[in-house]
């Protein structure tokens, strides 16, 4: 036989164990395609690929099936963002919801909560604690009022009590010398009387 001929047989043996193990690694790809996640198919396509000097010689139906994968798996994912992206937007519009109902709550909250503190005043709306303030600064006035009152009362019925006592005791004084001034003049009329008479009896003789 010739030489090259031989070559051929060595090289066809040579080749037959890898070809075994090629259509081995082939199946495990395939099955890995199927079934793993798409960061590991990239590992186990990149270890089984074949290497030539510094590259790597992928299989093009490798590479189709994991391009397929990678697409399949950016649409689940965008399909699952868009989900969550509904989902977020359903919940801002629910929390927005809620944020404006517990606005509107605490707004009826601290209407309800004025209204019950507060009540009306000669037609002004003011809250009870002011309410009370006014009442008892009306009832102190009142009080200093009726305080100033008795105090003027007590002043002016010493001051007529006084006056009550100065008018009897003029009163007397004046009856005294009333009196006085009546014994005087009956003691001036009787001496008048007297020398009437003794004019009478003189001029008689």
Same mark, same amino acid.
């Given at each position: 036989?010739?030489?090259?001929?031989?070559?051929?047989?060595? $090289?066809? %043996?040579?080749?037959?164990?890898?070809?075994? !193990?090629?259509?081995?690694?082939? =199946? /495990?790809? #395939?099955?890995?395609?199927?079934?793993?996640?798409?960061?590991?198919?990239?590992?186990?396509?990149?270890?089984?690929?074949?290497?030539?000097?510094?590259?790597?010689?992928?299989?093009?139906?490798?590479?189709?099936?994991?391009?397929?994968?990678?697409?399949?798996?950016?649409?689940?994912?965008?399909?699952?963002?868009?989900?969550?992206?509904?989902?977020?937007?359903?919940?801002?519009?629910?929390? $927005?919801? %809620?944020?404006?109902?517990?606005?509107?709550? !605490?707004?009826?909250?601290?209407? =309800? /909560?004025? #209204?019950?503190?507060?009540?009306?005043?000669?037609?002004?709306?003011?809250?009870?604690?002011?309410?009370?303030?006014?009442?008892?600064?009306?009832?102190?006035?009142?009080?200093?009022?009726?305080?100033?009152?008795?105090?003027?009362?007590?002043?002016?019925?010493?001051?007529?009590?006084?006056?009550?006592?100065?008018?009897?005791?003029?009163?007397?004084?004046?009856?005294?010398?009333?009196?006085?001034?009546?014994?005087?003049?009956?003691?001036?009329?009787?001496?008048?009387?007297?020398?009437?008479?003794?004019?009478?009896?003189?001029?008689?003789?």
């Amino acid at each position: 036989m010739k030489l090259s001929h031989y070559l051929f047989v060595l $090289t066809v %043996l040579l080749s037959f164990p890898q070809m075994i !193990n090629g259509q081995e690694e082939n =199946v /495990t790809v #395939e099955q890995a395609l199927k079934q793993q996640k798409i960061e590991e198919q990239f590992d186990i396509v990149i270890q089984k690929s074949g290497r030539y000097q510094e590259y790597k010689v992928i299989k093009q139906v490798w590479v189709n099936k994991l391009k397929a994968n990678t697409l399949d798996s950016i649409k689940t994912l965008e399909s699952k963002l868009k989900e969550t992206n509904l989902q977020i937007t359903k919940q801002k519009s629910t929390i $927005t919801g %809620l944020e404006e109902s517990l606005a509107k709550t !605490n707004e009826d909250l601290t209407a =309800v /909560t004025n #209204e019950k503190d507060s009540m009306s005043f000669f037609g002004a709306s003011i809250t009870k604690s002011t309410y009370m303030t006014i009442m008892w600064l009306i009832v102190g006035g009142l009080l200093l009022l009726l305080g100033f009152f008795i105090f003027k009362f007590k002043n002016s019925n010493t001051i007529t009590q006084q006056a009550k006592k100065t008018l009897a005791e003029t009163e007397a004084e004046f009856e005294d010398h009333r009196r006085r001034a009546l014994e005087r003049e009956q003691k001036v009329m009787r001496k008048l009387q007297d020398e009437i008479n003794k004019q009478r009896k003189a001029g008689a003789k």
